[in-house]
């Protein structure tokens, strides 16, 4: 079962890929902004934190949950990294502490769900608010912001020119795809969204791979919002709303499937990607934010609606 | 391949709203984008129009972009970042994060594009501390006009009054220097009594629900301050509610439409109104000066009036 849907993500990257250049060709052709390298590196930079996202939210999807906490949980460790830079604490500690709470929130996500078997829509439902709440109480509902430069480094650091956001984008995807199509974890996800019954069965540890989704989920989120606090050079509680949906959207134009069990890290980065770059070619084409909401909307529904007439009908 | 075709259908559908971008827009027509918060409130509409029409006066090609979302500073930096990529000759913004937005404010000014910031300012320190230079600030002087609405509460409540203050959201400057000058109004008046001040985010609905509970918290409650017109509008609602409409006595800020009519319909005793689309046209012109090597103030305050009932049009 899972073969063959990780078979038709194949297929569905490729539409994706193709959905991708047929954009960029079209937005080449109105207007000479698009298509020059500072440009394409501006597109790397702004969809790397809702890639980020969406490469954990992927690993959720695969194994038919969902977590809507990820926003919050980007401000919450935003906030957290940024009060101990601020406290004096170096970078890596600073960055440490930030995953440290996304995982935690993460793990709380995981243990509700298979341990207090709450459906993951409702979890994370709750964390949502919890971690939302509590980045505004730490901060008092004010930005935290000033941090030195070797810490904003993150944001503005330039490899042979490709921007360093984009650059943790790739070793994040990289990583992940090894894992999903690599290693036992990965089948054992896959697995447990294809049929959760069949894998428990199977003898898959159901409840340990099913709570660390959250965990990377998490991670990923605390990830994004440590890039997302070096570009903005500030962390704001009220970061990071609505991210969630961005990360859904980007992993359901990719192909993956909300019902789980199939869909692929690359397939991810590919809707990202295409959001980051309507959303640009839309800002260069000077055409109105109204109008990019119902672009981008008609894409989440015409990816996902091309998906279903492709399939063969017994499958839907 | 269907999904690519289904693509250029979407983009193709688009590409009409872009030709106030197209070639027609004539040889040597400067380009100035504005940047705002939002384009769904009255107030930054306002601030569109004004600059529209300062910009067909003076042959600009004008392009204003926003978030989708009033708080999205990352959002709103990624628009700044786009548009330089354009060529824009001159930057005015509304800030969505007084410090947030510097770094993007920072590129744009590196690739060599001048500033203007609108209605909103940006922290000083967050600047210095980024070398940003700023070419000149257009807004209201809200902490005055704080300080206006204080002092007409004194006035009408003759000195003696228990107040609840819903705030903006903090960190915002605008609120904040609001909010300052309100305060400040009343240490001259001993009898009036600040009982309870919080946050309901800039927005109506949580006007109305926390002015609610407010009201549970403090039944004695004589006026209200909102920093801004619509959760003063939400609290009137609230006050209806409660069926206390009268007894306590409500004052806004921006006054728009709504506000005027709550003042003349007697629900609210006076807003503070702002000229966003002044500051449009003030920053438009601006620019043009600007680009034209001029030298233009470094701090531009438009009029700012309070609005009670009579005045309210």
Redesign the interface.
């Known amino acids: 079962m899972s073969r063959v849907g990780r078979a038709l993500a194949g297929g569905r990257e490729l539409g994706s890929l193709a959905g991708l250049a047929g954009l960029c060709g079209l937005l080449f052709a109105l207007t000479p902004h698009f298509l020059t390298v500072p440009n394409l590196l501006n597109v790397l930079e702004q969809t790397s934190i809702n890639a980020v996202i969406a490469v954990g939210m992927t690993f959720v999807i695969l194994s038919g949950g969902i977590d809507l906490s990820v926003g919050s949980i980007v401000a919450l460790s935003g906030v957290a990294l940024a009060e101990a830079l601020q406290a004096g604490w170096p970078p890596l500690a600073a960055v440490l502490a930030g995953a440290g709470v996304g995982a935690l929130a993460g793990l709380l996500n995981g243990l509700l769900i298979t341990r207090g078997r709450l459906p993951p829509f409702i979890a994370t439902l709750g964390m949502m608010s919890v971690a939302r709440g509590l980045a505004l109480l730490v901060t008092d509902g004010r930005p935290v912001s000033g941090f030195d430069a070797g810490f904003r480094s993150l944001a503005t650091a330039r490899v042979l020119l490709v921007p360093a956001p984009a650059l943790v984008t790739a070793v994040v995807c990289l990583a992940a795809q090894f894992v999903l199509a690599r290693t036992r974890f990965g089948r054992y996800v896959y697995a447990i969204g294809g049929n959760e019954e069949a894998a428990r069965l199977s003898g898959v540890a159901v409840r340990f791979h099913k709570t660390a989704v959250y965990v990377l989920s998490g991670l990923a989120s605390a990830l994004a919002a440590t890039i997302l606090t070096a570009r903005l050079n500030s962390a704001q509680p009220i970061a990071g709303i609505m991210y969630e949906l961005d990360a859904i959207a980007a992993a359901v134009i990719g192909g993956t499937s909300l019902k789980g069990g199939s869909g692929t890290v690359a397939g991810t980065l590919i809707g990202a990607l295409i959001m980051g770059v309507l959303r640009n070619g839309l800002n260069l084409l000077g055409i109105s934010s109204f109008l990019q909401q119902v672009v981008i909307g008609l894409v989440i529904i015409g990816a996902v609606l091309l998906d279903a007439l492709l399939k063969s009908p017994d499958e839907r | 391949?269907?999904?690519?075709?289904?693509?250029?259908a979407?983009?193709?559908m688009?590409?009409p709203?872009?030709n106030?971008?197209g070639p027609a827009a004539g040889p040597a027509r400067p380009r100035v984008a504005l940047v705002v918060k939002t384009?769904?409130s009255p107030f930054f509409i306002d601030m569109q129009k004004g600059a529209q029409e300062a910009a067909g006066r003076l042959q600009v090609d004008l392009?204003v972009?926003?978030?989708?979302?009033e708080?999205?500073?990352?959002r709103q930096?990624?628009?700044v970042?786009?548009?330089v990529?354009?060529?824009v000759k001159a930057l005015a913004i509304a800030p969505s994060?007084s410090?947030?937005i510097?770094?993007a404010l920072v590129k744009a000014s590196a690739a060599g594009v001048p500033v203007i910031v609108v209605d909103t300012q940006v922290?000083a320190?967050?600047a210095a501390?980024?070398g940003l230079k700023l070419a000149t600030f257009i807004g209201s002087d809200n902490y005055e006009g704080g300080r206006l609405a204080g002092r007409h509460l004194v006035e009408v409540t003759g000195g003696k009054a228990r107040v609840g203050i819903l705030e903006g959201?903090?960190?915002h400057e605008t609120g904040d220097s609001r909010l300052r000058g309100f305060r400040d109004a009343l240490k001259d008046a001993p009898g009036v009594a600040v009982v309870a001040s919080q946050?309901a985010n800039w927005e109506r609905d949580q006007g109305y629900s926390v002015f609610q509970n407010m009201l549970q918290a403090h039944r004695d409650l004589d006026a209200v301050f909102a920093c801004n017109d619509m959760m003063a509008l939400g609290a009137v609602e609230a006050i209806a509610a409660a069926g206390r409409t009268g007894q306590v006595r409500v004052f806004g800020f921006d006054a728009v439409d709504d506000a005027r009519k709550a003042i003349e319909a007697g629900s609210m005793v006076a807003s503070v109104a702002q000229f966003p689309s002044e500051m449009g046209r003030v920053a438009v012109e601006s620019a043009v000066r600007i680009l034209k090597g001029e030298n233009v103030p470094e701090d531009q305050r438009v009029r700012i009036e309070l609005v009670g009932k009579g005045a309210a049009r």
Do not use: K
């Open positions: 391949m269907q999904r690519s075709a289904f693509l250029f979407v983009a193709a688009a590409a709203g872009c106030r971008d384009l769904n392009v972009q926003a978030a989708e979302r708080i999205d500073v990352e930096m990624q628009i970042e786009n548009l990529q354009t060529g994060g410090r947030e510097v770094p922290d320190a967050a501390e980024a959201i903090p960190g946050t």
